[in-house]
């Protein structure tokens, strides 16, 4: 079984920063792609962004250059440095880890991020 962990939500005033940070572990042999999405209070669930095995990076128009995706391949860990953040940004913000032997779609429990205005 794979185990998806985030870290680093918290509550800060707009235009600050927040670090987030997601750990797969468990029954992990490979892993094509991690990412983060976020959902928002009576809104659907959308894509942040995306890293994959290659280092190719996927943002959603909204965070793009405000927030950037990074990854640790030898501790299974993706990270999302966000800048700038507004108060538009206040979600569940929800890891994704992608498998390769066997494919399969994981997800973290989510962490909660709060910007004030």
């Known amino acids: 079984q794979v185990q998806v962990v985030e870290s680093g939500g918290g509550l800060v005033q707009a235009g600050g920063s927040l670090r987030l940070s997601c750990k797969a572990s468990g029954s992990v042999f490979s892993i094509n792609a991690m990412g983060w999405y976020r959902q928002a209070l009576g809104k659907q669930r959308e894509l942040v962004a995306h890293i994959f095995s290659g280092g190719r990076t996927n943002y959603a128009d909204s965070v793009k250059g405000r927030f950037t995706i990074s990854r640790d391949n030898a501790k299974n860990t993706v990270f999302l440095q966000m800048n700038s953040l507004e108060p538009e940004d206040t979600a569940v913000y929800y890891c994704?880890?992608?498998?390769?032997?066997?494919?399969?779609?994981?997800w973290g429990q989510g962490t909660q991020v709060t910007v004030s205005s």
């Open positions: 994704n880890v992608l498998t390769g032997v066997p494919v399969t779609l994981y």
